[in-house]
């Protein structure tokens, strides 16, 4: 897909990729993808959002074309000062940072410290906490063995997403399977992802929601499996000056099953907040 340069920056010691859909002198806007994605997935977004804005998406440690950590360090607060850290390296003034998923939750926890260095703040199907129940699933997910594939073909053939409920066309998934994979040197092909980020250290963000005091859109799926109406309703009125939207037809993966429900969302809200 045209339109990006892949980059590299060094952030807290670790060589951390990104997609720069540059629109030099444009506001920049960071995407934060969610748990065991990449950059990769804002794909079918950034293009029309780098219309106003300079989009920057990068690949969170331990995740996509970024390295991993030895020893393992994936808690949110390494997650937020690796965004801190990038913020400052690339100069980025003032950016609407968005967040999906794990990539959300991050960015409530990055908002709790630095909203006053934000435009905006924009949550997609994310949350302020981690139930337990998700944080020890992820944790069983984590030890199990990475799986291995004979050829490119075959990895891309067997990708799914996790939550498995999407409408995203099979053209869609296959394209963003095609960035997920790397071959090692016994000409095995296994996912790029460290599995270690499946063991999380989540921050409580609720009880810190007040310290957010940047414009915030909550975006919720349609079907989403994370944002019960109370969990919006506690979300919402934790926040200053919040708003939230739903965009239909779709599941947990806003981005890939109706990217253009988000994008029309997104920029509903930038522009009554005079942003761009």
Known sequence: MP?????????????????????????PLVLLHGGSAYAHWWDFVAPDLATDFHVYAPDQRGHGDSDHTRPPAYATRHYVSDLREFMLALGLQKPVLMGHS????????????????????ILVDTDATYPEAAVEFLRKLGEKPAKEFDSFAMAVSRFRVLPAESVMSTERL??????????????????????????????????????????????????????????????????????????????????????DGLVKVVQEFLTTQAIG
Not at 102 to 121: C, E, K, P, W
Not at 219 to 243: I, Q, Y
Request: charged letters at 25%; one cysteine or more; a positive charge.
């Open 3 to 27: 339109g990006y340069q892949d980059k590299f920056v060094t952030v807290n010691g670790l060589r951390l990729h990104y997609l720069d859909w540059g629109t030099e002198g444009k506001p």
């Open 102 to 121: 794990m990539g959300g939750h991050n960015s409530v926890i990055f908002a709790t410290q630095y909203a006053q260095d934000l435009r905006a703040l």
């Open 174 to 259: 296959h394209y963003i399977a095609s960035f997920a994979f790397k071959e090692r040197s016994d000409g095995k092909w296994v996912s790029k992802l460290d599995r270690n980020t499946l063991f999380r250290e989540p921050v409580d963000g609720l009880p810190l929601l007040g310290q957010i005091t940047c414009p915030t859109l909550v975006v919720r799926a349609e079907n989403t499996p994370v944002l019960s109406d109370r969990k919006v309703e506690r979300l919402v009125g934790g926040l200053p000056h919040a708003r939230w939207t739903e965009v239909k037809n779709s599941y947990h993966h806003v981005m890939l099953d109706n990217p």
